[in-house]
């Protein structure tokens, strides 16, 4: 199973409009998206994250590239700051691990 966690902390109120638009309409991708095995989001610590288990790492580059989420991502860098990790994994992480994963292994958005 491929598991993508993402973390993004808007840059200002005047932003927090603009990240759910494009969050809600990216989840709804998420879970019509074929080899989603399943799409959940936390805020935690003032940072919006998001897990997303897919089938495997092809399925989820074919969501990412594509849709409502390719727009987000798009928009991500005037929206807020944060960071992405994707990994091959027999469990998804639990959610107290999520902001640590992505301190260590995150690449910066």
Not at 2 to 19: A, C, D, E, H, N
């Amino acid at each position: 199973m491929y598991v993508s966690i993402t973390g993004l902390k808007p840059k200002s109120l005047f932003q927090v409009p603009r990240f759910w638009w494009h969050a809600i309409r990216s989840m709804q991708q998420a879970q019509r998206a074929p080899g989603n095995l399943s799409v959940a989001a936390r805020t935690i610590a003032g940072t919006h994250h998001t897990m997303s288990l897919w089938q495997d790492r092809g399925a989820m580059c074919a969501y990412l590239a594509a849709g409502a989420h390719r727009d987000a991502m798009r928009a991500s860098r005037s929206i807020g700051t944060g960071a992405v990790h994707g990994y091959e994994s027999e469990a998804a992480p639990e959610w107290a691990d999520v902001p640590a994963l992505l301190r260590a292994n995150g690449r910066i958005i």
